[in-house]
């Protein structure tokens, strides 16, 4: 029911503009041209609290707040937590860690280069690369400079000769010096060790010096006196081991006896 207002006493409630959402809620008013009783429905939003992160916003809500309500912003540090050193950003450049702004100390460096040898290292220096350094090995034929050819190389062996690898096509080559026996006053007996193809023998026996010598083309066999009268031997068989046989030498009383000393060699 409309409430009556005598009006002779200056109040008239239809002058009031209020709306209910302009009124706290559960209050109560008088309001409009009827003068009837309305209910406040503004929201009491009392103290309201809230945080904010850099770049952050707080949308107000609309009611009754009390003026104790407070939108507060987070730390710098909260909000920039990182490892970063000093060492770790580019020198001259800055960043924030840890909500505290660093300037870089670390070395820019560029497009670094080198050169390395066989068994060389290099050490990478700290600091900013920009990519496009280089490192690069000197060549093979740089550091195997040599003059050998394939005849200077034992055949079946291999050598590296200014960056080319080459396989030896020089024919073995031994050397033996040592002692012949003879044997059964027919042979003289060798054991170089190899089968040999120059083979020359000499021994001093009763005054007499005696030389056998023998080559795969020519084989020969003499002595000598120390007149140097030449004298004939007859034609034994001297053997040397594991090998053909060579010209041998006997007959006269002297060569059945003693020892040659004998140099071999193929």
């Not at 394939?150 to 055949?155: C, D, E, K, P, R």
């Amino acid at each position: 029911m409309p409430v009556r207002f005598n009006l002779e006493g200056g109040i008239d409630p239809s002058q009031a503009n209020a709306t209910e959402s302009q009124v706290l809620s559960g209050s109560t008013f008088y309001a409009g041209a009827d003068s009837d009783i309305r209910t406040g429905t503004m929201t009491n939003r009392g103290s309201v609290t809230s945080s904010l992160n850099c770049g952050g916003s707080y949308t107000i809500p609309a009611g009754y707040h009390n003026g104790s309500g407070k939108i507060t912003a987070n730390s710098l540090a909260s909000q920039t937590s990182a490892t970063a050193g000093a060492a770790h950003i580019l020198t001259g450049k800055t960043a924030w860690v840890g909500g505290s702004k660093i300037t870089g100390n670390m070395p820019n460096r560029g497009n670094v280069s080198g050169t390395l040898n066989c068994s060389g290292a290099y050490t990478v220096p700290a600091g900013y690369h920009a990519g496009s350094g280089r490192i690069t090995a000197n060549s093979l034929a740089s550091q195997t400079s040599a003059t050998a050819s394939a005849g200077n190389i034992h055949s079946g062996y291999t050598a590296w000769v200014n960056g080319s690898k080459i396989t030896g096509t020089a024919a073995v080559k031994y050397y033996w010096s040592g002692t012949g026996f003879i044997i059964n006053n027919n042979y003289l007996q060798v054991r170089p060790g190899f089968n040999p193809t120059l083979l020359f023998g000499r021994a001093h026996l009763a005054d007499w010096w005696y030389t056998i010598s023998l080559d795969p083309y020519d084989a020969t066999v003499s002595w000598l006196t120390k007149q140097n009268d030449h004298c004939w031997l007859n034609t034994g068989v001297a053997r040397y081991w594991d090998g053909p046989d060579i010209p041998g030498f006997g007959g006269d009383g002297h060569s059945g006896s003693g020892n040659y000393s004998v140099t071999c060699s193929a």
